[in-house]
């Protein structure tokens, strides 16, 4: 079992920067590739970003590479999406999560993915 709480989201202007954390708890967080998928009005959720376990690998949705950062610290159980550039098509409530079968590979399919964070809410202005 794992527990995912994300924070961080806002209303932000276009331009500007924010910083999303999921804390997770229960398995051993080192052991495991975290997720970040975000979810607008009227769409599906889709693919983020992703880490693998020692935060030594990384993937990016086309949309957000260049403009968005993912990383971990395992000491303090803890992903963040640095997100940078923001434009209103980025306006999603963000969800993190955790993939226990992967540590070195990544995954996009959502379905790859076991535990979900409940989510927060970004809303870019322009």
């Known amino acids: 079992q794992v527990q995912l709480v994300e924070s961080g989201g806002g209303l932000v202007q276009a331009g500007g920067s924010l910083r999303l954390s999921c804390a997770a708890s229960?398995?051993?967080?080192?052991?495991?590739?975290m997720g970040w998928f975000r979810q607008a009005p009227g769409k599906e959720r889709e693919f983020v970003a992703a880490?693998?376990?020692?935060?030594?690998?990384?993937y990016y949705a086309d949309s957000v590479k260049g403009r968005f950062t993912i990383s971990r610290d395992n000491a303090k159980n803890t992903v963040y999406l640095q997100m940078n550039s923001l434009k209103p098509e980025d306006t999603a409530v963000y969800y993190c999560?955790?993939?226990?079968?992967?540590?070195?590979?990544?995954?996009?399919?959502?379905?790859?993915?076991?535990?979900w964070g409940q989510g927060t809410q970004v809303t870019v202005s322009s």
């Open positions: 229960g398995r051993t967080f080192s052991t495991y590739a």
């Open positions: 880490i693998s376990w020692n935060g030594g690998g990384s």
């Open positions: 999560a955790a993939d226990l079968h992967r540590s070195s590979s990544l995954a996009t399919p959502e379905h790859e993915y076991d535990y």
